[in-house]
């Protein structure tokens, strides 16, 4: 299995600040995902974040609120920016490592805007 | 669009008794996922199910999937306290395997 390490693992942010989250990945893999999960809910995609493109948005996030790293096979970042209290939520990066058939999740990123 | 209906949203349980969660899909898919998630953790992987007809077990927990019907199941058998937890269902979309249509998740709990 693939082994997604995420950091921090939560944080208590001030509105209007932004917040940077990182997904280190153990293996190289083509596609890194990013997913929201809001208090009592289910994942909802955010963006799918390939190596050397511009990341994919799903519908109802925008790059300006949601921009996307993905400097290498590895590594990718997701940074909430000018958070609001309606930011608060998990945030998960996920892989499919390849050949695994499989989509593995981080730990998750626990934030909470005030 | 694809959809993923999860019901019940709610179980409680008995300790030792059988239940079943259903988790139907809307359209064509190229696998199914069942993850399992704690209170203020992420989610673990329990089954991948990839073909009409699977079915793939891991102790009390038995997973199928129809294809044809849309429709996968997640059987509880004799469950006990530790099963208590979130139970999610996904699916993918799009061609690729980490774009996932999540079900809005069971809430299980196991009563002594």
């Known amino acids: 299995s693939a082994v997604i390490s995420q950091k921090p693992s939560r944080d208590i942010c001030q509105r209007g600040t932004s917040l940077t989250i990182q997904c280190q990945v153990d293996?190289?893999?083509?596609?890194m995902f990013w997913y929201r999960q809001q208090p009592g809910q289910s994942l909802t995609l955010i963006a799918t974040?390939?190596?050397?493109?511009?990341?994919?948005?799903e519908s109802g996030f925008v790059i300006d609120k949601f921009p996307i790293s993905r400097p290498n096979l590895t590594f990718s970042t997701l940074t909430v920016s000018n958070m609001s209290p309606e930011d608060s939520s998990i945030y998960l990066c996920?892989?499919?490592?390849?050949?695994?058939?499989?989509?593995?999740f981080g730990q998750g990123t626990r934030l909470t805007v005030v | 669009e694809l959809k993923v209906e999860q019901n019940p949203l709610f179980l409680s349980m008995q300790e030792g008794k059988n239940y079943t969660i259903y988790c139907n899909y809307s359209?064509?898919?190229?696998?199914l996922y069942w993850y399992r998630q704690d209170p203020g953790k992420s989610l673990e992987s329990l089954f991948v199910?990839?073909?009409?007809?699977a079915v793939k077990q891991e102790g009390r927990l038995m997973a199928s999937l129809d294809t044809k019907a849309r429709l996968s199941t997640l059987h509880i058998t004799a469950a006990v306290h530790d099963l208590s937890a979130t139970y999610f269902c996904?699916?993918?979309?799009?061609?690729?395997?980490?774009?996932?249509?999540f079900g809005k998740g069971t809430k299980l709990s196991v009563k002594p």
């Open positions: 996904a699916v993918t979309y799009g061609g690729s395997q980490g774009n996932l249509i």
């Open positions: 199910l990839l073909s009409n007809g």
């Open positions: 974040a390939n190596q050397g493109s511009e990341a994919t948005y």
């Open positions: 293996s190289q893999v083509t596609m």
């Open positions: 996920s892989t499919n490592a390849r050949g695994f058939g499989e989509a593995f």
């Open positions: 359209t064509t898919s190229d696998r």
